[in-house]
């Protein structure tokens, strides 16, 4: 198992504490399986996490708080990893039955995610590192004789508060590298209006 990749690893090996504790996340039922995953799940959206709830459901399967804990911890590892690198339902069941979960269990932690799936995404999105936009406030070029050609942009930037900063860029190109330039850029924004 450890030599494979998982698409639920993000097309790497599973970690060696995952493999450690499917035999504990094994020892529950399929059900209680299912209403763990959906805490969790409700976690990730909510930040809400029921804890006193969560070990009334798992009192009666001999799990200490440590290995309640590790099972909390590992489905939260399937749930995210399989909705940040979007993987299919059958996907995740398949790998988890390849890491060892039973098939019964892998199905039951597939239906939570897969009705959550597009949720989680969008929560994950959400809490993405974002780059400011670059707004270009103007430009000028210059071509001498020399197929040399000076691009000035002249650079905003707003930051979480009121002020801005300006700067200016000089680029100094040949005149085919300004074309190439020019063309990069147009096939850049046609992709960017067929995104939007």
């Known amino acids: 198992v450890g030599a494979m990749k998982f698409h639920l690893c993000g097309g790497l090996d599973a970690p060696d504490w995952i493999l450690a504790e499917i035999t504990t996340l094994s020892r529950l039922s399929s059900v209680r399986i299912k209403l763990l995953a959906g805490h969790v799940i409700r976690h990730i959206l909510e930040d809400i996490f029921d804890y006193e709830k969560v070990k009334k459901l798992t009192v009666d399967s001999s799990l200490g708080v440590s290995d309640l804990k590790a099972c909390i911890a590992v489905l939260h590892f399937f749930i995210a990893n399989a909705a940040k690198f979007d993987v299919d339902d059958n996907t995740v069941s398949r790998e988890l039955q390849q890491l060892g979960l ?11 995610y897969r009705d959550n799936k597009e949720a989680l995404q969008a929560k994950f999105l959400q809490q993405s590192l974002k780059v400011p936009a670059l707004s270009i406030e103007g430009w000028q070029t210059q071509v001498s004789d020399s197929k040399i050609a000076l691009l000035s942009l002249t650079r905003k930037e707003r930051f979480a508060g009121p002020s801005e ?22 096939e850049a924004r046609a992709l960017m209006d067929q995104v939007s």
């Open 165 to 186: 900063t300006a700067d200016d860029i000089l680029l100094c190109l040949s005149t085919e590298k300004l074309q190439i330039l020019l063309h990069e850029l147009k």
């Open 102 to 112: 039973p098939k019964e269990h892998s199905d039951s932690l597939c239906r939570p």
